[in-house]
């Protein structure tokens, strides 16, 4: 089957760095990608990994390695803003099926 | 450019009655549509997917049903609602070729 593991919750400072990490075990495997979540609001999407190495868009980076099935979201100098829901996502094979991680919940702190 | 509508934004029903929620898309063609439920402080439960008009793959079995009547319309419906279908559901649509899945606003469902 398909499965995705997070972390649940994420604690840090405003500035800060923090890591989300992701696990995944799929059939077949079309990439990883990465949304954001405001409470009350519609998931977004933040980043997408197709091949192993590191992504960056601005203060979001996504990593990505296909040999240990894993890949991580580093938000840097992080903003009360960016207190939110992460989610991890993977099509399952080249059915259409998209599933997503439990999802991560950060909390920015002053 | 291309838009998601969902409808209603919240959506309070009685136990045992029944539930239709649609969502349509504009600005693309054969999109794969998907209807997500997350509880509150939870995941996003993949509900149903299509991939075409008439293919609706389930997920869980559950008191839910989809339909894809046009190429840009998903609908989720129940005949009888349970308590446990209270939560918040997600229209979303994915095209062929692109990564990135986009989301309607949801409709927070309340089942008393």
């Known amino acids: 089957g398909q499965s995705l593991e997070q972390p649940s919750e994420v604690t840090a400072v405003e500035g800060a760095i923090v890591q989300i990490n992701c696990t995944y075990q799929?059939?077949?495997?079309?990439?990883l990608s990465w949304y954001q979540q405001h409470d009350g609001g519609a998931p977004t999407f933040l980043s997408y990994?197709?091949?192993?190495g590191l992504e960056e868009t601005g203060r979001f980076s996504s990593f990505l390695s296909r040999s240990d099935s894993y890949g991580y979201l580093l938000l840097q100098e992080l903003q009360m803003k960016d207190s939110a829901s992460y989610f991890c996502?993977?099509?399952?094979?080249?059915?259409?099926?998209?599933?997503f991680g439990q999802g991560t919940t950060l909390q920015v702190k002053p | 450019s291309q838009t998601i509508h969902q409808w209603p934004a919240t959506l309070v029903q009685p136990v045992g009655s029944p539930l239709s929620l649609e969502c349509t898309v504009e600005?693309?063609?054969?999109?794969?549509l998907y209807w997500y439920r997350q509880a509150a402080g939870r995941g996003l439960q993949l509900l149903f997917y299509s991939v075409g008009i008439g293919q609706i793959s389930s997920e869980v079995p559950q008191n839910l049903s989809a339909s894809r009547p046009q190429d840009r319309q998903f609908i989720l419906s129940s005949k009888k609602l349970l308590l446990s279908d209270s939560g918040f559901y997600l229209c979303?649509?994915?095209?062929?070729?692109?990564?990135?899945?986009?989301f309607g606003q949801g409709t927070r469902l309340t089942v008393v």
């Open positions: 996502a993977v099509p399952s094979g080249n059915t259409g099926k998209l599933i």
């Open positions: 799929t059939s077949g495997f079309y990439g």
């Open positions: 979303a649509w994915r095209g062929g070729g692109i990564t990135e899945a986009f």
């Open positions: 600005g693309t063609s054969n999109p794969n």
């Open positions: 990994n197709a091949l192993d």
